[in-house]
């Protein structure tokens, strides 16, 4: 397939290295113009220097950039440019309203939009394993399912626009609080006396296992925290969630306060560390 993808960071830039691994011409755009440009000498995919240039003639289009306003500002000058039966396929996590609004512009000028974000992290990506949960037309992400499967061990067909969006909602709450728990756990062998590999041991291959125990708990446990998804975005993230939960009646009352939780590590200058940083807060 002939590919445009906008934003080449450390989840596009992998993405879109393994599109062009599978035989697909890809052209890269990046908002700095630098990193498109090596990416495209180090991956032999084709430099953008536009997000029109991009877009232009593509069979697919896929973002992976940072917020809705973003994705509004890069779907108006892909849209334009794509022929009519192109598909985009936005893999940033938004608003689901956002989601509606491009899936609303788009069908206008025939091009089908699908809100498909991803969970599994920068490794995820870089081992292209990532999962996908989509929301949009169904016969539409089938054209370009294949491709998506470059960098993707799973894709989940969730319902209409925007319910990609709302499923990634669904995975940050689960996340939430489960990092939380770490903390919690790891704080408390730590003031028990405990050596906290050896509680590791202890309590992994039983019911408390989880991705996030198996991958952080040792980090966390040493104060590093520097492997992967920033708290930033997991904020952008969570104020996603507590909005949508207003308008949609749920209680999340775990998720809202560690949401004010990482407020704290942010006040701690933790904006860039990783979602386990919940346990600087906590001492020892």
């Keep these: 397939?002939?590919?445009?993808?906008?934003?080449?960071?450390?989840?596009?830039?992998?993405?879109?290295?393994?599109?062009?691994?599978?035989?697909?011409?890809?052209?890269?755009?990046?908002?700095?113009?630098?990193?498109?440009?090596?990416?495209?000498?180090?991956?032999?995919?084709?430099?953008?220097?536009?997000?029109?240039?991009?877009?232009?003639?593509?069979?697919?289009?896929?973002?992976?950039?940072?917020?809705?306003?973003?994705?509004?500002?890069?779907?108006?000058?892909?849209?334009p440019m794509l022929k009519a039966g192109a598909v985009i396929v936005d893999h940033t996590t938004t608003s689901a309203k956002v989601a509606r609004?491009?899936?609303?512009?788009?069908?206008?000028?025939?091009?089908?939009?699908?809100?498909?974000?991803?969970?599994?992290?920068?490794?995820?990506?870089?081992?292209?394993?990532?999962?996908?949960?989509?929301?949009?037309?169904?016969?539409?992400?089938?054209?370009?399912?294949?491709?998506?499967?470059?960098?993707?061990k799973a894709i989940q067909h969730m319902g209409a626009s925007g319910s990609g969006q709302l499923t990634k909602m669904v995975n940050q709450i689960a996340i939430a609080g489960v990092v939380q728990g770490l903390a919690e756990a790891v704080h408390f062998a730590r003031a028990a006396g405990l050596d906290t590999d050896a509680a590791y041991d202890a309590v992994s291959k039983g019911a408390a296992q989880s991705w996030q125990m198996d991958n952080?708990?040792?980090?966390?446990?040493?104060?590093?925290f520097e492997f992967g998804f920033a708290v930033d975005w997991m904020r952008k993230d969570l104020g996603l969630v507590l909005d949508e939960a207003r308008a949609n009646g749920a209680v999340l009352s775990l998720t809202a306060l560690v949401d004010q939780f990482y407020s704290e590590v942010q006040g701690?200058?933790?904006?860039?560390?990783?979602?386990?940083?919940?346990?600087?807060?906590?001492k020892p």
Excluded at 107 to 123: H, K, L, R
Excluded at 216 to 224: C, D, H, I, L, V
């Design 268 to 282: 701690m200058g933790g904006n860039r560390w990783d979602t386990s940083s919940l346990k600087a807060r906590l």
């Design 101 to 152: 609004a491009m899936a609303d512009l788009c069908a206008a000028a025939s091009v089908a939009f699908i809100d498909a974000p991803v969970s599994g992290g920068q490794a995820g990506a870089e081992n292209g394993q990532l999962s996908v949960m989509a929301g949009g037309d169904a016969n539409a992400l089938e054209t370009v399912r294949t491709a998506v499967m470059a960098y993707s």
């Design 216 to 224: 952080r708990w040792k980090t966390a446990a040493r104060g590093e």
């Design 1 to 79: 397939m002939r590919i445009g993808f906008a934003g080449l960071g450390v989840m596009g830039g992998p993405m879109a290295r393994h599109l062009v691994a599978a035989g697909h011409e890809v052209a890269g755009y990046n908002r700095s113009p630098d990193k498109a440009r090596a990416w495209a000498e180090a991956n032999g995919g084709r430099f953008a220097a536009t997000v029109a240039e991009a877009a232009e003639g593509a069979d697919l289009f896929v973002l992976c950039v940072g917020n809705d306003d973003d994705v509004r500002q890069v779907v108006g000058e892909a849209l």
